[in-house]
C-alpha cells in the first residue's frame, strides 16, 4: 500500500514556541491530506483539509492562525503549531488519499508536548 | 462530527464473533470505511463500503445500510491480537473523512 511518512515522531518544546510537522507522501501524489487531533483514549478529529496549490480548509472550531498548514506540492504538506501551549499537547496525525472517495493513507503521528 | 455513534468499549472472549456497531449522518454520505489502531499507532485500514451489504475479507466483515445510516464491523474466531479500538469513518461531499469515537474491543482468553 502507499506510504504516507510523517516527522518528527514526538516533539517536546515550552510554552510559546512553534512547531512544524511534515507529511509526505511517498510514492504517490496526494491531492488532498488531511490533519487529525487526537487525545487519550478519543478517536480522531479532522481539524482541516489541504488540496495541493489551495488554502487549507479548517474545521469549525480550529483556528486557522494558530494551526498553519501548507500544502506546497504533491508530496508534502506542513502543519506548524505557532504559539504553542499546553493545551496543544495532542497527538496530530496527517493524512492522505491519491483519489477522491478513496481510502486514506495515515502517518505515522505526532506526538506533541508542550511544557 | 456528522453525528457518527458506536459504542465506547465490548469486550469478548478468544475464538467467538463480536459485532461492532456504527450510525451515521446520511446527509451527504458517501461511504463508510472501518479502522483499526493500536494505542499509540497510526489507523490502518480494514473496510469500505460504498454500497448496501456485506463485504467479507478472511476473517473481517462489514456491512452496510445506506437508508439507515448504519454499519457494522464483524469480527470472527476472535484473536488477543484483535484487543484494539476499531474506528468507523465516514466519507462526506466526496472530500472530507469524520471519524466516529472508536470502540475499544477488550478480548480475553
Known amino acids: 500500500g502507499a506510504v504516507v511518512s510523517q516527522h518528527p515522531s514526538w516533539v517536546i518544546c515550552k510554552s510559546g514556541t512553534s512547531v512544524k510537522i511534515e507529511c509526505r507522501s511517498l510514492?504517490?501524489?496526494?491531492?488532498?491530506m488531511f490533519w487529525y487531533r487526537q487525545f487519550p483514549k478519543q478517536s480522531l478529529m479532522l481539524m482541516a483539509t489541504s488540496n495541493e496549490g489551495s488554502k487549507a480548509t479548517y474545521e469549525q472550531g480550529v483556528e486557522k492562525d494558530k494551526f498553519l498548514i501548507n500544502h506546497a506540492s504533491l508530496t508534502l504538506s506542513t502543519l506548524t503549531v505557532t504559539s504553542a501551549h499546553p493545551e496543544d499537547s495532542s497527538f496530530y496525525i496527517c493524512?492522505?488519499?491519491?483519489?477522491?472517495?478513496?481510502?486514506?493513507?495515515f502517518g505515522s503521528g505526532t506526538q506533541l508536548s508542550v511544557l | 462530527g456528522q453525528n457518527i455513534d458506536q459504542p465506547t468499549e465490548m469486550t469478548a472472549t478468544e475464538g467467538a464473533i463480536v459485532q461492532i456497531n456504527c450510525t451515521y449522518q446520511?446527509?451527504?454520505?458517501?461511504?463508510l470505511f472501518w479502522y483499526q489502531q493500536h494505542a499509540g499507532e497510526a489507523p490502518t485500514f480494514l473496510s469500505y463500503n460504498v454500497l448496501d451489504g456485506l463485504e467479507e475479507k478472511g476473517r473481517f466483515s462489514s456491512f452496510l445500510s445506506r437508508s439507515k445510516g448504519y454499519s457494522y464491523l464483524l469480527l470472527k474466531e476472535l484473536q488477543m491480537k484483535d484487543s484494539a479500538s476499531y474506528l468507523c469513518?465516514?466519507?462526506?461531499?466526496?472530500?472530507?473523512?469524520?471519524f466516529g469515537s472508536g470502540t475499544k474491543l477488550n478480548v480475553k482468553p
Open positions: 510514492d504517490f501524489q496526494a491531492t488532498t
Open positions: 446520511t446527509s451527504g454520505f458517501n461511504g
Open positions: 469513518a465516514g466519507i462526506y461531499n466526496f472530500n472530507k473523512f469524520y
Open positions: 493524512s492522505a488519499t491519491d483519489r477522491p472517495n478513496e481510502k486514506l493513507f
